[in-house]
Nanobody, 132 residues
Framework: QVQLVESGGGLAQPGGSLRLSCAAS????????MSWARQGPGKGLEWVSG????????VYADSVKGRFTISRDNAKNTLHLQMSSLKPEDTALYFC?????????????????????????WGQGTQVTVSS
């Protein structure tokens, strides 16, 4: 059965860094694109970043572009999100998600209704809190 387990969340100061990981099992990890999404307090689900199955391309939400870096290790079935220059508005529960295909084809300029259907499995999330 498919399992996605996030880790690495915690408390960080503004301007600090954290590295999230997502351990995947139960499917052929290298065959599917993966993404990170987040849900802040009182907010809807926001897509953050995605990466193609072979790691050849990655995309980012404007809100994190230049600060976050997504990567994957297909040999270890692991997805990562390196977060730097953290801001209080990055505070959220962060989820990793498995896409239905090798690439990302959804409309990521809109809300969850436009891209949510591209994913069939989600992890339970890891909490990131950015505060001084």
């Amino acid at each position: 059965q498919v399992q996605l387990v996030e880790s690495g969340g915690g408390l960080a100061q503004p301007g600090g860094s954290l590295r999230l990981s997502c351990a995947a099992s139960g499917f052929s990890f290298s065959s599917y694109a993966m993404s990170w999404a987040r849900q802040g307090p009182g907010k809807g689900l926001e897509w953050v970043s995605g990466i193609y199955s072979d790691g050849s391309a990655s995309v980012y939400a404007d809100s994190v572009k230049g600060r976050f870096t997504i990567s994957r290790d297909n040999a270890k079935n692991t997805l990562h999100l390196q977060m730097s220059s953290l801001k209080p508005e990055d505070t959220a529960l962060y989820f990793c998600a498995k896409a239905r295909g090798e690439r990302l084809v959804g409309d990521y300029n809109g809300g969850e209704a436009k891209w949510g259907g591209e994913y069939d499995y989600w992890g339970q999330g890891t909490q990131v809190t950015v505060s001084s």
